[in-house]
């Protein structure tokens, strides 16, 4: 029998080398992933749209307004006297978060008391840049879908070649 016996030493010394690179590709294959992420995002697919159920349209009263979260962020359905609207509702300022407020007929960010128009998202008043990103909805069936994020770029384009005119 050629029975062999194999002894592995393990030092300290080591052993802690190999951690310190397991570690170390972790981190490494973490960012690699990060960055393929944001280089190339995942798109829909055409002819594929993802329609979100945000509530029925008996939830949402006339002049009231629902939370919800479109994407992973805060989102503000209301419900005019013209129709639904939605809004990203992440303060375009510094980021806090705006909230329907009924008594005065605005979206009302806290933090530095930025108003924003409740049908088109401009801004009305206060420190925030820009408007609020639109959300299109759909409402079919007694209840209000979600569709995508409208382009706020777009908007942005033609204030911009507007003004310069």
């Known amino acids: 029998m050629n029975d062999k016996i194999i002894n592995i030493t393990l030092t300290r010394r080591k052993l802690t080398e190999i951690l310190i690179g397991l570690v ?97 998202g401009a801004v009305i008043s206060g420190p925030p840049p820009s408007p609020l990103p639109a959300i299109d909805i759909i409402v079919k069936e007694g209840a209000v879908y979600a569709l995508n994020w409208k382009d706020p770029n777009y908007v942005k384009t033609i204030s911009f070649y507007a003004g310069a005119a």
């Open 24 to 120: 170390g590709l972790f981190l490494t294959s973490g960012v690699v992933a990060a960055i393929l992420k944001y280089l190339w995002p995942q798109t829909a697919k055409k002819g594929e749209t993802s329609e979100i159920k945000i509530a029925s349209v008996d939830e949402v009263p006339p002049g009231s307004a629902k939370k919800f979260s479109f994407n992973g962020k805060a989102s503000v359905l209301l419900h005019m006297p013209a129709g639904f609207r939605a809004f990203g509702a992440v303060c375009t300022h510094l980021g806090c978060i705006a909230y329907w407020k009924p008594d005065e007929n605005i979206i009302y960010c806290p933090c530095h008391i930025g108003k924003y128009d409740p049908n088109t």
